[in-house]
């Protein structure tokens, strides 16, 4: 069993978790491996003939100031240009106009993951989910990259050798869900009216943080279902740490201290149980909370939101 340190003393002093992540469970022969995991999807340039059919389809004044850091003639320059900061914001320029759809079917699609390293090279299953990758690198308002949920699948056999990098895995994408701490906060919120933002949105930060994972194992396809898709497990932790009884035994509230993954045994079903371990501050004593999802498909769901966790002996 892997244990990771999650931990950030500057933001928010009650969250210094363990994730214990179980080993996955190895499918079965023939059995669709699925993936649900969190990141930024980016595109590149497979070949200089694709990155020159896109430096073609355009008015050389609308690719930024000059157009001439596209007009490369060699690969390192080519390896260089994907490396760009700036290259995303310019390929949604070309590749979200209609008429320069088909050069968006040529290039690589790629996952970057939370920790900014490239997971999966994506390959989109429609049109509909190519048009939601170039959706995706449309620089934000804020300048800060977006983040989402891939959903699908791997793709078994050999693929476009010019899209794989270093070894990357393929990702068959049947979705693409935007995501955000900022939305999550507005969910909390919305669900309860009393919590002080303040406290909440450095909460869900760091909570968040736990996505750090492939999404490949039915443990952590379970986390980062529950992490983006149950408000409860924020609305509780908050109670947990901040809304606390001044005359009870932990004045001080609760921390955070251990987040681990639990098989639960069905005879055709796959099902994953999140638990949530929080210590007083003041006595030390830990209770426990947890949700359980279903991950037997490609799409989970939640079967229990949050309850109480009791350790059988």
Not at 280 to 285: F, K, M, N, V
Not at 290 to 300: A, C, I, L, N, R
């Amino acid at each position: 069993m892997n244990r990771i340190l999650i931990s950030n003393t500057t933001a928010a002093p009650r969250f210094e978790a363990w994730v214990e992540r179980s080993p996955g469970i190895n499918p079965a022969a023939g059995e669709q491996q699925y993936i649900y995991t969190v990141g930024r999807p980016q595109a590149s340039f497979p070949s200089l003939s694709v990155e020159k059919e896109f430096f073609q389809a355009i008015p050389v004044a609308d690719v930024g100031s000059s157009g001439k850091e596209f007009d490369i003639s060699d690969e390192v320059s080519l390896k260089q240009l994907n490396l760009d900061e700036n290259l995303q914001a310019n390929l949604y320029g070309v590749l979200s106009r209609p008429e320069n759809f088909y050069i968006a079917r040529e290039m690589c699609w790629h996952l970057v993951n939370t920790e900014g390293n490239e997971s999966y090279t994506i390959i989109p299953t429609s049109n509909k989910r190519l048009n939601d990758l170039v959706t995706a690198i449309k620089p934000a308002d804020n300048n800060q990259p977006g983040q989402y949920i891939a959903i699908g699948h791997f793709k078994s056999g050999v693929v476009n050798s010019d899209c794989l990098d270093g070894g990357a895995r393929v990702i068959m994408l049947d979705h693409l869900l935007p995501v955000s701490s900022a939305g999550i906060v507005a969910a909390v919120t919305k669900l309860d009216s009393s919590i002080n933002n303040g406290n909440l949105q450095p909460m869900v930060d760091e909570i968040l943080s736990l996505n750090g994972n492939e999404g490949i194992t039915e443990h952590d396809r379970a986390l980062n279902y529950v992490l983006y898709n149950n408000y409860v497990i924020y609305q509780k932790a908050y109670q947990h740490m901040y809304d606390t009884n001044s005359k009870g035994p932990n004045p001080s509230g609760y921390q955070l201290v251990n987040v681990r993954s639990q098989w639960v045994g069905s005879s055709n079903r796959k099902v994953v149980r999140v638990i949530f371990e929080f210590a007083g501050i003041d006595s030390g004593a830990t209770q426990s909370w947890y949700s359980t999802v279903d991950v037997t498909g490609e799409f989970p769901f939640l079967l229990t939101d949050y309850a109480r966790y009791l350790q059988r002996v």
